[in-house]
């Protein structure tokens, strides 16, 4: 009796050690997850500003375009689309509203 009760106490203690080492490693674990978690957030919003910022830039140097074909017509001079080409990705009823716009004002 006194063997079995000593034998099913290392038992115990070999789990106990076994289940400790275990929840140390899942909570290592999870401590690297929670690192890589905030990690990527700050790498996706990192992302986004410069995708942003590129955005804006781009829509910058198309209204600078659109403004300088404008001006060119405005003068009298044939403009070609090959001289243009970024102008050809937007949207084209969005220029033809803003054509139709500055040509009301100048009316």
């Keep these: 009796m006194i063997k ?22 899942i909570l290592g674990a999870k401590e690297v997850a929670v690192l890589m978690h905030n ?5 996706q919003a990192e992302i986004q500003r410069q995708n942003s910022a590129v955005q804006i ?10 403004k300088e074909k ?13 001289e243009y080409q970024e102008l050809e990705k937007v949207d084209q009823n969005d220029i ?6 500055v040509q009301q004002k100048l009316s």
Excluded: C
């Design 96 to 101: 033809h509203l803003i054509v139709n716009s």
């Design 39 to 43: 990690l990527s957030l700050k790498y």
């Design 57 to 66: 830039a781009d829509e910058v140097t198309l209204k600078k375009m659109l």
């Design 70 to 82: 404008l001006y060119k017509e405005i003068q009298g001079f044939r403009t070609f689309p090959s």
């Design 4 to 25: 079995g009760r000593k034998k099913l106490e290392k038992e115990i203690e070999t789990l106990k050690l076994t289940i400790q080492s275990e929840i140390d490693t």
